[in-house]
């Protein structure tokens, strides 16, 4: 596969902060929840559909795409850090595609413009320069619901076996993906597996699936 582009212009200290920051999740934004297990997240949300990522064939890719997956549409882009267009980038291998970007600081945004997503989660996770996985990384996930509620995670070590959601019980409008760049080296944010869900009968708090 095609190399991607080097580039690192967060701040180290801008990195750190996030590293070190938490989600202040104030009690309006309790119906839109983190899940780190699929069995929570599954419980959160009806009619799951996953897209795979496995029929992206290009190397250096468009700087957005529009996508189906079942009775879901949405849209994704690879933005620069100042908002504007990236590209993104085929990682991983021919039988099991990661969706990535081409440079280390661009951010995987998904909109959802239907209101039918009430849930969203996935495997994240980085890469390395060639589009490989690269192990004891940190990701930082933003999801924002049609009633403003907003709420930000950052999982250390993420790896491609670990799932990751959120879910409300208002439409989620968009989420986010963003790697936090190491100390002296880059990484790529990645996503594998993307899952759009519908609205559960009731939203259950994460700690029930500890």
Do not use: C
Not at 54 to 63: M, R
Not at 103 to 130: C, E, M, R
Not at 182 to 195: E, I, K
């Amino acid at each position: 596969m095609m190399m991607k582009k080097t580039t690192f212009t967060r701040p180290a200290a801008a990195a750190a902060l996030l590293l070190a920051a938490a989600a202040v999740v104030t009690p309006a934004q309790a119906q839109l929840n983190f899940y780190d297990s699929q069995a929570g997240f599954n419980a959160a949300s009806t009619a799951r559909e996953v897209d795979s990522f496995d029929d992206l064939f290009w190397a250096a890719g468009p700087s957005y795409i529009v996508r189906n997956t079942g009775s879901y549409s949405y849209y994704g882009f690879s933005l620069m850090p100042d908002g504007s267009y990236s590209n993104f980038y085929n990682a991983g291998t021919d039988s099991d595609v990661w969706l990535s970007t081409d440079q280390s600081t661009d951010t995987i945004s998904f909109q959802f413009n239907d209101n039918k997503v009430y849930a969203v989660g996935g495997y994240f996770f980085a890469t390395d320069l060639n589009g490989s996985y690269m192990g004891g990384q940190s990701l930082r996930l933003d999801a924002l619901d049609a009633d403003g509620h907003e709420l930000v995670k950052i999982i250390d070590k993420a790896s491609p076996n670990t799932f990751y959601g959120f879910a409300s019980s208002s439409p989620i409008l968009f989420f986010e993906i963003s790697a936090l760049q190491p100390s002296g080296d880059y990484a790529w944010a990645a996503a594998n597996d993307l899952t759009l869900g519908g609205l559960a009968a009731a939203v259950p708090e994460p700690a029930g699936y500890g």
